[in-house]
């Protein structure tokens, strides 16, 4: 399989506990971005990565969100103290950023289900 | 920043006929534009996009869009449609010249009757 994966697919939390959801982008892209997706709702923007380095985390909606990517492949986006209003859908997606354009490849997400 | 609008939050359509789904966006800046299909418990997945040149492009699955920059829409057609084309259906922005992150609608809900 060539495509971005992630995992776990289904988590059900507890209020306050905290979760970790990981990314694996496909080989070789350089952008790995997050977003989440409220029931009903489009995909909003959280983080961008380039490489290992987080260009952009304007996304992100409160400082319980934390988002790595240590050696500039797998991502991990970490929700500390989940509240019921983190469950969504958190969907990665990967580009390669090599000319004007470039294609995000989305993964199928995890469904994050908050008690 | 950019916005994009979806008045169209379900759209049935009887198998065969065509169909046209509605896109606006706001934005200040150059940009470019995309439509994405997901299909149920799959991921999102790329129709079709607008970067530039010829303002009608060609997608997937026999699906076209064409970009209008004065009524600043790009509008999703398909002549014919076919119920495997059931599925929810975004239109997007990012910027020409940014981190190329996209901005989402509220997504439209295709739905073909038979």
């Known amino acids: 399989g060539a495509g971005v994966s992630q995992s776990p697919r289904y988590k059900v939390a507890k209020r306050g506990q905290d979760v970790a959801l990981r990314c694996d982008p496909i080989s070789g892209h350089v952008s790995l971005f997050w977003y989440q997706q409220a029931l009903g709702q489009g995909p909003e923007f959280l983080t961008y990565?380039?490489?290992?380095?987080?260009?952009?985390k304007s996304g992100l909606p409160s400082d319980r969100f934390f988002a790595e990517r240590p050696e500039g492949s797998v991502s991990t986006l970490k929700i500390q103290r989940t509240q019921q209003e983190d469950s969504a859908v958190y969907l990665c997606?990967?580009?390669?950023?090599?000319?004007?354009?470039?294609?995000?490849?989305f993964g199928p997400g995890t469904r994050l289900t908050v008690l | 920043a950019q916005s994009v609008t979806q008045l169209d939050s379900q759209v049935p359509v009887f198998e065969e006929a065509p169909v046209e789904l509605r896109c606006n966006y706001s934005s200040s800046v150059s940009v470019y534009l995309f439509w994405y299909v997901q299909y149920p418990n799959q991921g999102l997945q790329l129709l079709l996009k607008y970067l530039s040149g010829s303002t009608l492009v060609k997608g997937i699955n026999g699906f076209e869009a064409e970009f209008n920059k004065s009524q600043t829409s790009f509008h999703l057609r398909k002549p014919s449609v076919h119920i495997s084309d059931t599925a929810e259906y975004f239109c997007a922005v990012s910027e020409s010249f940014g981190n190329e992150k996209l901005t989402f609608g509220t997504g439209t809900r295709l739905t073909i009757i038979p």
């Open positions: 990565f380039q490489n290992e380095a987080q260009l952009d």
């Open positions: 997606a990967s580009s390669l950023r090599d000319d004007q354009y470039n294609e995000q490849f």
